[in-house]
């Protein structure tokens, strides 16, 4: 357990923390729709069921997130992924994202309505949070169990955060960077050339990762909402809907 006196350790530990925080949000509001037409005596009981089957899910993907990464090439696949994951977090969120998610009566439906969400939309959190794990599933589990009551619990509070201070949002595109450009130098395949290189090519990646996440992100971003506003000056404001 020496290891855990390692500063590198909590790094670790703080970059999953944050890693669940912000790709988490979408989880939170998943299961408030899930449990919107549970009886109030079962909502809490829905949400806690269904956050205990969700956490253990994703530590099981994790775990063989952890397991494949090991084979080469899939460092290479995992760091590209991250790297979209990054630039598409920049981006407007889509009003849309959560309309099929279904609201059940009874709470065995909530609970699998919960689980099955999470972990469909939870691929880019496995990936991201097996990168910053380098291997060790003590890692995973430690920040999970600390970040998934802080998504339910304290949701409303991070969104309102990053909202209110968009730098937040891009921090965190740039951590999923830094975290892609250490894959990509750590694959297998790799290793025989990046093994014996000096510290410093490390870092370089890294913070490679990190400016290509923010850069890209950041004109995707802009470059979306200039079409946006052309739309509308062409199409005009659309009257409101009558139903």
């Known amino acids: 357990m020496d290891f855990m006196l390692s500063a590198a350790f909590w790094i670790s530990v703080l970059q999953i923390i944050a ?3 912000l790709l988490g949000g979408d989880n939170a ?3 408030a729709l899930a449990c919107r037409k549970l009886p109030p005596e079962q909502r809490n009981r829905g949400i806690a069921w269904g956050v205990a089957g969700a956490i253990l899910l994703r530590i ?3 775990f063989v997130a952890l397991k494949l990464l090991a084979l080469p090439y899939l460092k290479l696949i995992g760091a590209l992924l991250l790297l979209w994951i990054g630039i598409k977090l920049l981006q407007p969120e889509d009003e849309d994202a959560h309309a099929g998610v279904e609201s059940s ?3 065995l439906g909530a609970i699998k309505t919960i689980v099955v969400a999470d972990a469909v ?3 880019d959190n496995v990936i991201a949070v097996a990168g910053a ?5 003590l890692l995973v589990v430690f920040g999970i169990a ?21 730098v937040v949002i891009t921090l965190g595109g740039a951590l999923l960077g830094w975290i892609a450009g ?4 750590g694959d297998p395949v790799l290793q025989p050339y990046t093994g014996a290189a000096p510290a410093w090519l490390h870092y370089a990646a890294t913070m490679a990762g990190a400016l290509f996440v923010v850069l890209a992100g950041s004109w995707l971003a802009r470059r979306k909402a200039a079409a946006a506003l052309v739309e509308l000056a062409v199409d005009g404001p659309q009257p409101p809907h009558k139903g």
């Open 121 to 123: 939309m939870s691929l």
């Open 133 to 137: 794990a380098h291997g060790n599933i």
């Open 19 to 21: 890693i669940d925080i």
């Open 182 to 185: 250490g894959m990509l130098v």
């Open 60 to 62: 099981a993907l994790i």
């Open 105 to 107: 009566t009874n709470l």
């Open 146 to 166: 600390v970040s998934i009551p802080v998504i339910v619990w304290g949701s409303k509070l991070v969104l309102k955060l990053m909202d209110r201070f968009p």
């Open 29 to 31: 509001v998943v299961i």
